[in-house]
């Protein structure tokens, strides 16, 4: 078993900078991917960054420049830095990692964490 703890949202003006937070808790468990969706009111959930646990990134086209993903497997941690802020990226940021248990895969979501980006 294992959870994810996000920190990081909040209220920003446009062009300014927030870093998000996921640390995943638990025991027994190697990382294969972790990444960082998000859900603005009335559409789909979206994939913004993912990051494999050897560092390897992909970004939605919409970010790139703009935010950073970036791993720490000593703490098990992943992090969001999103810079340049514009208001479009207002929405809730979930937390994404698909972690291999005993050789089996299991996919987790962190209960998610607001961004308002305000014009």
């Known amino acids: 078993q294992a959870q994810l703890v996000e920190s990081g949202g909040g209220l920003v003006q446009a062009g300014g900078s927030l870093r998000l937070s996921c640390a995943v808790s638990?025991?027994?468990?190697?990382?294969?991917?972790m990444g960082w969706y998000r859900q603005a009111p009335g559409n789909q959930r979206e994939a913004v960054a993912t990051?494999?646990?050897?560092?390897?990134?992909d970004y939605a086209d919409s970010v790139k420049g703009r935010f950073t993903i970036s791993i720490d497997n000593a703490k098990n941690t992943v992090y969001l830095q999103m810079n340049s802020l514009k208001p479009e990226d207002t929405a809730v940021y979930y937390c994404?990692?698909?972690?291999?248990?005993?050789?089996?895969?299991?996919?987790?979501w962190g209960q998610g964490t607001q961004v308002t980006v305000s014009s």
């Open positions: 990051i494999t646990g050897g560092g390897s990134t």
């Open positions: 638990g025991s027994m468990f190697s990382i294969n991917t």
């Open positions: 994404n990692a698909d972690l291999l248990i005993a050789t089996y895969e299991y996919t987790y």
